[in-house]
């Protein structure tokens, strides 16, 4: 999907169960395994301001290019870090952060260790970085500023008529041609192996033994393939909403749909249960001929955003993508809505448009089209494009054509596919996953592919969370489990069979008028930023 991948899985019923800790396993010594070599990295004060005031120095880090020829061009990864604030005997090596994507800018992470619950952050260095083609790291790839989503004014997304199919197709057409002319041979160079090499070089850069791992999203697919590549230079690994390794990546974008359709419905019922609030109907089938009614008449009829832009029925759909992410959309993107609906506000549905779009800025589109596309063949034939998609809508309409149209450059892309890399899980002893179970960018059913194929690793799930990627957001069963790994890596005992090993319960939705932070529990630093802030990336949602 425009973010994460997964397979549609439905609700189940599990006991809820606190994890904790004894309080004095906490001061566990370090491992031997975390002694470090001399680092070769320079590091320097960060250019970004809010890197600075989290504490974090940055530097970059020279890899090649190409892997095949480690004497040849060489290209440069941005990292920062933010340091260990323990005593040397508890200190615990470098915890290596990806927020997903792929395409997002990774090096805000490296002020996650200040999230996490029982000062566990503390025992190691954070180290944030954005993978190659993003962000700070150069080269940085762009094929086209105006793009990131298509701009404005775009044609339907469902090929009800003939003239649809050959518009989105010149639309993606022109830009996987200005991706080619514009970037040159990193396009061939853009895959999740490679990302995966360019751990492993940020690790001996930074003379450690073995990394400990945080992975988001796509980063957790990213870290399935750095265990197949360096199994003994893994640690500790935490994975948060697990990517299914069968699908990579056309399958896994097909199997979203369902589910996004599903969280979509649900964010109609709660505006319904909150009619009171938001005056768009008292019922979930109101509300969703409301929402639908409104797109078609923007496309008949796109509103004036300013600047020559019209916001029509695509971007209306766009605008409320993350309320299938994650709750805390849930009460900005009602009022977007009701506002628009209700009151005619053009400014405030543009403002929510250009945040959820990307637009003016395509460098995470594009390095997520150059993943993505590259990581695995994805099929030529628009007949089965079009097959599939037309399957899937019939019964997911919310979605579904518009996430096709967001990877059909995949059928085109100016770079050749490659063979994904075989996940088996050997040899990873410590990996802790959590999911929550309706999560609908990287569905259940991923994290439990990958618990069938790492023998040790443990999952929690979340029976009936809707949000993606949702940990160290203040569900504190969640958070102090991951707290807990991370100190004396304590884990749940693995239970038998496909199932969880633990499960807690989701945080409660959301309230009208309730700020983010507060609904979810976040924290914030003294600067006021939150952990939702860390996590916002490049692409689209």
Not at 18 to 38: D, F, N
Not at 312 to 330: C, H, I, P, R, V
């Amino acid at each position: 999907m425009r973010k994460m991948f997964g397979c549609a899985v439905a609700a189940v019923s599990l006991p809820v169960m606190m994890l904790t800790v004894p309080q004095a396993a906490q001061s566990a010594p370090a491992e031997a395994a975390v002694k470090s070599a001399r680092s070769s990295v320079t590091w320097k004060k960060c250019a970004d301001q809010a890197l600075r005031h989290s504490g974090a120095q940055c530097a970059k880090v020279s890899v090649p290019l190409d892997y095949a020829k480690p004497n040849g061009k060489k290209i440069k990864i941005a990292i920062s870090r933010v340091k260990h604030s323990v005593r040397a005997s508890r200190y615990q090596g470098v915890m290596l952060v990806n927020p997903g994507g792929p395409g997002g800018s990774g090096l805000s992470l490296s002020a996650l260790g200040q999230f996490v619950p029982k000062d566990a952050g503390r025992v190691y260095d954070w180290i944030g970085f954005d993978p190659r083609g993003v962000g700070d790291s150069e080269p940085a790839v762009s094929c086209d500023n105006t793009y990131a989503g298509a701009g404005y004014d775009r044609p339907a997304f469902v090929p009800r008529n003939s003239s649809i199919v050959p518009a989105w197709m010149k639309i993606t057409k022109t830009y996987t041609k200005a991706c080619a002319k514009k970037n040159g041979a990193i396009l061939e160079h853009l895959t999740t192996k490679e990302v995966a090499r360019d751990m492993d070089s940020i690790r001996k850069a930074l003379g450690q033994k073995k990394i400990n791992y945080y992975g988001f999203s796509y980063g957790t697919y990213l870290g399935q393939v750095y265990t197949a590549k360096f199994p003994n230079r893994v640690r500790r690994m935490v994975f948060d909403g697990t990517v299914d390794p069968r699908g990579v990546w056309y399958q896994n974008n097909l199997q979203q749909n369902a589910p996004f359709d599903a969280n979509i419905n649900a964010w109609f019922g709660w505006i319904a249960r909150h009619d009171s609030t938001y005056h768009l109907g008292a019922t979930y089938e109101q509300v969703r001929a409301t929402f639908y009614a409104t797109q078609e008449k923007l496309y008949g009829q796109p509103v004036d955003a300013g600047k020559g832009r019209k916001i029509g029925g695509s971007e209306w759909s766009d605008t409320y993508l993350s309320a299938g992410y994650n709750q805390s959309a849930w009460t900005g993107l009602a009022a977007v809505f009701a506002g628009f609906v209700n009151g005619g506000d053009v400014t405030t549905l543009n403002e929510a448009y250009l945040d959820a779009s990307g637009y003016g800025d395509d460098n995470g589109y594009a390095v997520y089209l150059g993943v993505q596309c590259t990581d695995a063949g994805w099929p030529k034939s628009w007949t089965k494009w079009k097959r599939d998609n037309d399957r899937i809508h019939a019964v997911a309409p919310y979605e579904t054509w518009a996430n096709a149209w967001y990877n059909e450059p995949c059928r085109h892309w100016p770079a050749k596919s490659h063979t994904p890399q075989k996940i088996t899980g050997k040899n990873i002893n410590n990996l802790l996953m959590i999911n929550e179970t309706l999560d609908a960018a990287t569905p259940y059913a991923g994290s439990l592919e990958v618990r069938k194929r790492f023998k040790k690793a443990r999952l929690i799930a979340v029976p009936g969370g809707t949000s993606h990627s949702n940990s160290l957001n203040g569900n504190a069963c969640v958070d102090d489990a991951i707290a807990d790994f991370l100190l004396t890596g304590k884990k749940p005992a693995r239970l038998p069979g496909n199932q969880a090993d633990a499960t807690c319960a989701p945080l409660p939705e959301p309230e009208p008028g309730a700020p983010a932070a507060s609904s979810l529990g976040a924290q914030s630093t003294g600067d006021g930023l939150t952990r939702l802030d860390l996590l916002k990336v490049a692409t689209r949602p």
